[in-house]
């Protein structure tokens, strides 16, 4: 693994966390850890990349440096003195724009400068400018709601600069956005920082893109989850601009790729540690992740045609999927052990083979067993129901009963999952005006 | 910077244009109806002013001369007015504060609930006797009684709405007033007030609905021995009905009509128009037709002129006082040290409610134990008969208003021909016409039932119909298509297309109109009429007739009764009803 050991070269960094760490207490004194201690630091002159997979605890460790939201453990440094309760100058570009849609687009750019106490002609001077270096004269006294998507994050990013940051930091900024402007403004983007246009002394963009990061970052830090924590730190040395067909591009994204899609499977089986000394979890809880039964389906047909291996990066390019969607279903075929993944291809297993040649019947009777195997929270649902002399449980019960391994957001999202499964499985019948489920008599 | 790239396939927009600037023949005739505006204006607070604090008549003598007309609309008019501002900022006090503080939010919520129960007649004795008590001399008291009554019926769902559009404001945008350092200043003129403007501009119209609903009830109204009448719209309908006077009716009503319809084109059409900016919406919707007055004015209504002109520049005055003057605190004053002094201040507060809480249930349980058996029989048989009213009322409600609304919501053409008028009819109030129909219906055998139902039927089924056509346009074709495709019988449609699809703005409507039923029982079951008073037997009428008697323990006893009843009949069947239907019958897209 190519993992950047640069922090001995670099002068003093501008953000810097120490042991920063989140968690959740829970009702029973142990803990819910989504984000372990975490030391990371934001160099001057850099961009730098946080990649991981949807609901990894990106977001959360973004909103912890800038001091939106609070750690429950370690600090927040700004230029080596610890932040509390203050923001540094930082701003942040949000996925959804965040723009108000009242206030014109002048007056949206102005507003963090009248904020911060500037005089309206000082205002307005400084927003045109802005204005003008992100394209948008002409849109002054314009609305939100007029423009397009890719003009309202110029707005977006022009209402960022404004107060000349000194770290600008990116929530998935492109995402919202079509991938024909996305990349425009990728490249807007990189223009403004290489031609030192902007004051800005770093950048810290916020991606479930692989090569988003790689076209834009100098480091990309890969993030696991359950919980959250640093899995490696590529730093990227290929000069601008990058081209996305050459070698060492394809190498660097075929390596991430590698990290992120193994680390999953490690971690989707393993129980989210908790941090706790001398509180032991009660049980293995195996997380499931968030799929429908059925996509699965249609990914093991393709791999069958391709003649059961294929490269999982090749093939999220063919299906012109993200890394973000394809990977849940790639976990579920994995932990019910229909599939492998090796050094980032997936391999299918005779499981496999045999469910993606089957008709749906069988299909689920493969599920089925494959399900009562690997997943111990549906085995136990199973018990549970036939104990019941009327074979009907509340979700309630599973619910508490998840409440202990999981946050309650989580635990209502495997419960949530785990129905699907069992409901398609045919192990139960669920009920959703009254929450019952019931045992499905053979 | 690069030039705008070659992908984009859509033409650019061009950049806004700012109505109002085009006009401007138009503008300097408004500028001259804003100087005769504002002329007027400070001749009636002087005028106004100088009937307030002269001394008091609390028996005014009511004319009955259709040319005393204006000027008692006048009068009623400044009473809705300022009643309404101090509501509005009651209710931006109490939302904010609501939203801003769980602990407080747990208390304040609920507390709404109770007092949006409470008809304005039982927060007659207390607010009067508190003014004239404060005010002993000068007519300023009664005034200011009235005012408040009238404010005890607008206050409560504007505070709910502010608060519920408070705490849906997205999380993103939160942040970034957070992140760009909003002070609480900026933060409530630049997020807070604009996201809840809509919310408030309805809630507003509601409320001001009600304030005429009620006024006769808040211009004239016997208290124990005492008399009180101001001279107003209210109390010129109210005496012309005690005396039997139809012609003064009439004219009355006419004026009433008058002034509601021109405050609807002229006040709250183009407030809805401009209130459109602050719809949360990323792409514009296509395009809105309102078919108003406002059109002959050209855009600039005065009310946006003043906001431009005044408000706005105000606003932005005020926002960098607060944010200079925030800097300079933070500066000057120790974070810990203003936390503790805040803590103090609540602590001392809620000593302080605490305090008046137990004096007030020691007071009513006091009082309620001066009560017999047989009123506390009495009073359950009245409430029983209200119940029956009002649902019957509703029932009848939602019998005609769901074909017809359904009829209009389907079809574009009669929704544009049938809402104005429907608009328009909702807005006369309905107490204004009771005296007319009390002269048809009290002719006839149980002609007062058939009136109190009618009249609890007209101010509330319009909430009813607004919210059924609403729904029926919600419904999308596609799924009308689907219904026609497979042939679907016209039961079938109702059954499996139209009732689900309209469900949720049902209840929605409902929810209001059984809230609104309950509180105009005061009337409806208890009229002063050509000389004597009608009534029927009711929880309505139990509580007018005992504000009328200065019965405190009954109308504390009848207040509570209905607030419980009001608020359980809310916890029990509206709230399930509204979780069912925002579970089961959302239409998703």
Known sequence: MSTANT????????????????????ADGSRIQVIAPINLAIYPGQIIALLGASGCGKSTLMRMLTGLSPSTGGAVYWHGQPVNGRFPNVSIVFQSFALFPWLTVIENVEAPLEARGIPAMERHKRALRILDAVGLDGFESAYPKELSGGMKQRVGVARAL????EVLFMDEPFSALDVLTAETLRGELLELWLGHKIPTRAMFIVTHNIEEAVVLADRIIVLGRNPAHIHADFAVAIPHPRDRKSLEFLELVDSIYRVLTGTDHKDASAPPRTYVPGVVPKSKAVMLPHTRPGGMAGLLEILVDRGGRVDLHRLSEELSMDLESLLPTIDTAVLLGLLRVEEGDAIITPDGYGFAQADIQTRKAIFRKAALANVPLLRQMEQALKAKSNRTLSEDFFRDLLDEHFSTEESRRQLETAIQWGRYAEIFDYDSQSGKLTLTEA | MPALPAVHSRPLPPPAKRPGDSHWAWSFLIDIAVFLFVFATIFGIYAIGRTWLGPAHPEAQISQNPRDLPLYTLYSLVRMVIAYAMSLVFALAFGYLAASSRRAEMIMIPLLDILQSIPVLSFLPGVMLAMVALFPHSQLGIELGSILLI???????????????????????????????FGRWQRFAELDLPFSTIGLVWNSMVSVAGGWFFLMACEMFVLGKRDFRLPGLGSFLETAASHGDTRAILWGVAAMIAIVVLLDQLVWRPIIIWADKFKFEQVESSGVAHPTLLHLIGRTSLLIRLYRRIFHPLFNRLTLVFTLGARRATESFAAPKQHRLRRGIAYVLIAGVLVGLAFTVVHTVRTLSDLHRQDYVELVRSAALTFLRVNSALLLGALWTVPVGVAIGFSPRLARIAQPLVQMAASVPATALFPIILLFFLRLPGGMEIAAMLLMLLGTQ??????????????????????QVFHFGSWDRWRFLILPGIF????????????????ASIIAEYFHFQGKTVSAPGLGST????????????????????AIIVVVINRLVWRRLYRLASSRFRLET
């Open chain 1, 7 to 26: 922090t001995e070269a670099l002068p003093e960094p501008i953000i810097e966390a120490r042991q920063l760490e989140k968690h959740y207490p829970q």
């Open chain 1, 162 to 165: 404004v107060v000349e940051p």
């Open chain 2, 151 to 181: 404010f005890t019926g607008q206050a409560w769902n504007m505070s709910f709405s502010f608060y519920s559009s408070l705490k849906t404001i997205p999380r993103d945008l939160r942040e970034a007033a957070i992140i760009y350092r």
């Open chain 2, 462 to 483: 319009w909430y009813i119909l607004f919210n059924v056509i609403a729904g029926a346009m919600a419904i999308p074709t596609d799924l009308k298509e689907a219904a």
């Open chain 2, 504 to 519: 949720p703005y049902l209840v929605t409507g409902m929810v209001t109109a059984s809230g609104g039923a309950w509180n």
């Open chain 2, 543 to 562: 509580i007018s007739s005992a504000s009328d008697a200065g019965r405190f323990d009954m109308l504390l006893a009848s207040t509570l009764i209905m």
